[in-house]
């Protein structure tokens, strides 16, 4: 009996300090998995082992002391390891080691295309990366888009200088543009401000094709711009570039970043450019392009903290331009009885801006609270000839953003508040318009996810002090029809109270009288269209297409009819009596390491009453081919890049009531660049317009500008011709810390 009890607690004591594994070791090659007999089963630390029988199991005795780690190997095959704890006693394993000859070495490399569709939103988003805007010179926002299908550049008078981006053949004013998601060239600036922001504060571009989500605002009514600054805990710790080109235009442009503690980063930007070239290549006693400076100035400053982010910065910015005749060098303007011996344009902006974002993090990882502060005070003022122009411009913006989700994420939804004031004063020739407005507004939006599908809906309620009630509706959605096809589709309304003086003040480039509208209403449209986006292989090599269809229908639109009249231009309002269609097919491949390929057409129908008929937009060609050529070395040491765009032809306005349309020439525009990258520092050299192609007579009347067929605003081609630049660029990159 007492032998009996002596053996019941030493079985009872064994069990308690002493476990067992149980397992099963098999063996995977190319073809099978089988048993693996032999293999060694080993307790690292407690260095005791087993090897597996016949049948590939094995039963292992663990220690006291755990944890401890099993190590399992075999002849041919690669190790595996299993940490065991207190807590495995008594398990069972079942371990497949590889075979060694399934597993040679592979190396993969992978370089994220300077331009792409982001196959994982909802909308329709192109991205150009840093690496996109060194193609090209890309001194200023205006000459960003030189690689791009999607968005053109186009000049709008020969004496001014002035640029404004076009999508889907509409004018830049119905393309809403954002400084990371702050309403950004609105207003006064609208004309002139592609020259205010340098390219090289950029980090990327996203360019989104028709309306955009209803938190953005209601303005978005053929697409949207949003620019991305370069983030002071991200960017380089010192940053020089220095420019200068053929037509006497220099810049410098100075970059840093600071990590002042772990929550707080800090980055400055400056920017200095000049125009001192007094430039007339085509003899017609006129500037190419007008003298003058610029001035920027932008610091930001950053928090990051557990449950709280921060940002908010300044940007200050003044641009000076002389234009005109080349014997004008007038400082101030100054309006006289009779006209002056030369014409001159002079043009002075000044504008000061500050924002701030605040965001409130909560429990549930989704969960977060954004507030968007926005002010901003522009003064614009110059003179075409003898008709003078300025504005005044005060603006305030707050968006307050909450984000959450319903019972899972695959259920988003954001919703919160927004109002803009307003106070804007504008006077063109002998018109001026004072206005004020103060908008408040409420938005919703429900963002659906499941396996393939991906919908964004959305609402937002405006109720404007002049025009009342508005109602702006917004549809996305996203199908994945497999692995490497994406289909998109977008439906909304936007609006926006036009500006119809600083929106055109380059038609004071002529002898026209303008001929006001009878009454400021504001413009609404309806944007559908949809998307293809198709990933496939070309000799075994990626290649990306793209083909997207959008059409915008005008329930009420601001125009400019330019045709009938040959003494004015007139502004008017068309009721259901405009649209644009627009038909973008582009190609990305990749053929060889390094070298990218890009093509693409675009199709352009856009027209209004003109005249008493339908027609199409002037200055708007209906075809567009476009291709890009961009070649690295594998050493990484140079970067080639070409760029051909052909535009077809365009309708000019019928100021005579011809039969036929008068119809420019098509023309074609070659851009290439060569950088050299030596250590920190790139050296490049390149060329715009290589071509050399020039509009005939770009000034009707140029003899004679105070005549009154003077019109220096019938601009459908380039002025300048060839233009060869250069300029070395430094960086001092920021160390990152493990």
């Known amino acids: 009996m007492k032998l009996f009890m002596f053996c019941c607690v030493l079985c009872c004591w064994s069990s308690i300090t002493f476990s067992q594994v149980k397992g099963l070791v098999q063996g995977k090659d190319s073809f099978t998995l089988k048993p693996l007999t032999g293999a060694k089963v080993k307790l690292l630390q407690a260095n005791t082992g087993v090897y597996t029988n016949e049948e590939g199991t094995f039963e292992l005795v663990l220690p006291k002391l755990l944890p401890d780690t099993i190590v399992i190997s075999a002849i041919g095959y690669y190790n595996d390891t299993v940490i065991v704890t207190k807590k495995d006693r008594f398990i069972s394993l079942h371990i497949v080691l590889f075979a060694k000859s399934m597993m040679k070495e592979v ?16 909308l329709h988003v192109e991205e150009l990366t840093a690496a996109e805007l060194r193609k090209a010179a890309c001194c200023n926002l205006s000459e960003s888009f030189e690689t791009n299908a999607s968005v053109d550049v186009n000049i709008t008078d020969a004496v001014s200088g002035a640029k404004k981006i076009q999508m889907m053949g509409l004018d830049g004013v119905y393309t809403q543009l954002q400084l990371e998601n702050i309403p950004f060239l609105r207003g006064l600036e609208s004309s002139f401000g592609l020259h205010s922001m340098p390219g090289t504060w950029i980090e990327s571009i996203q360019i989104t094709k028709g309306t955009g989500n209803v938190v953005n605002g209601y303005e978005s009514m053929a697409g949207l711009v949003n620019l991305e600054l370069k983030k002071p805990q991200e960017m380089e710790r010192f940053y020089f570039n220095v420019y200068q080109n053929s037509q006497g235009r220099s810049e410098l442009n100075l970059n840093a970043g600071h990590q002042l503690s772990k929550k707080w980063t800090t980055g400055w930007f400056a920017h200095a450019s000049s125009v001192y070239g007094n430039i007339d290549h085509n003899h017609d006693k006129f500037r190419d392009l007008p003298m003058g400076d610029n001035i920027a100035y932008f610091n930001r400053w950053d928090f990051r903290g557990k449950k709280m982010e921060a940002q908010f910065g300044v940007n200050l910015n003044q641009d000076r331009k002389v234009g005109g005749q080349t014997t004008y060098f007038r400082d101030e303007p100054s309006i006289l009885p009779s006209p002056p011996l030369t014409y001159g344009v002079l043009i002075n902006s000044k504008h000061a801006d500050a924002f701030a974002k605040t965001g409130f993090f909560g429990k549930k990882p989704s969960q ?163 998307s293809i986006v198709k990933d496939f292989k070309v000799l075994k090599k990626k ?196």
Do not use: C
Request: proline fraction near 4%.
């Open 368 to 530: 977060s609270l954004g507030i968007v502060y926005h002010a901003k005070y522009h003064l614009l003022d110059g003179v075409f000839g003898i008709r003078p122009f300025s504005g005044e411009e005060k603006r305030g913006f707050i968006n307050v953003i909450y984000d959450d989700y319903i019972s899972t994420t695959d259920h988003k939804i954001k919703s919160g508040l927004s109002f803009l004031y307003l106070d804007i004063t504008q006077s063109a020739d002998s018109i001026s318009t004072n206005r004020k407005e103060i908008v408040p507004g409420g938005f919703i939006e429900y963002t659906l996810t499941t396996s393939r599908w991906s919908i964004v809906s959305g609402m937002r309620y405006d109720f404007h002090n002049l025009f009342k009630h508005q109602i702006s509706p917004r549809l996305h959605a996203k199908y994945t029809l497999d692995e490497f096809t994406d289909l998109r589709f977008t439906a909304g309304r936007g609006w926006r109270v036009p500006n119809y003086m600083i929106d055109n003040i380059s038609l004071l480039a002529s002898s026209k009288s303008w001929v006001a509208p009878s009454q400021i209403l504001p413009e609404i449209s309806w944007n559908f269209g949809g």
């Open 107 to 122: 190396v993969l490399e992978s370089r994220k295309r300077s331009s792409s569709i982001s196959r994982m939103k909802t």
């Open 543 to 738: 290649t990306t297409l793209t083909f997207d269809v959008y059409h915008t229908r005008f329930t009420n639109q601001l125009i400019v009819d330019r045709d009938g009249i040959s003494t004015s231009v007139v502004f008017k309002n068309l009721e259901s009596a405009s649209y644009s269609n627009s038909i973008q097919l582009e190609l990305s491949w990749t053929p060889i390491r390094n070298f990218d390929i890009r093509l693409a057409y675009k199709f352009l129908d856009v027209k209004a009453l003109y005249g008493g008929q339908m027609q199409q937009q002037v200055m708007i060609p209906r075809h567009r081919g476009f291709s890009n050529l961009a070649y690295r070395t594998r050493n990484k040491r140079w970067e080639y890049d070409l760029t051909l765009s052909v535009f077809g032809q365009s309708r000019l306005p019928d100021v005579a009531e011809n039969d036929s349309p008068r119809l420019s020439n098509s023309y074609p525009v070659i851009n290439g660049q060569v950088t050299h990258i030596y250590k920190k520092w790139d050296f490049y050299i390149g060329g715009e317009n290589l071509g050399n192609y020039k509009q005939p007579q770009p000034i009707i009347e140029a003899t004679n500008p105070y005549n009154p067929n003077f019109d220096a605003t019938e601009i459908w081609g380039p002025v300048m011709g060839i233009v060869i630049y250069g300029g070395i660029r430094y960086q001092l990159k920021r160390v990152k810390k493990k």
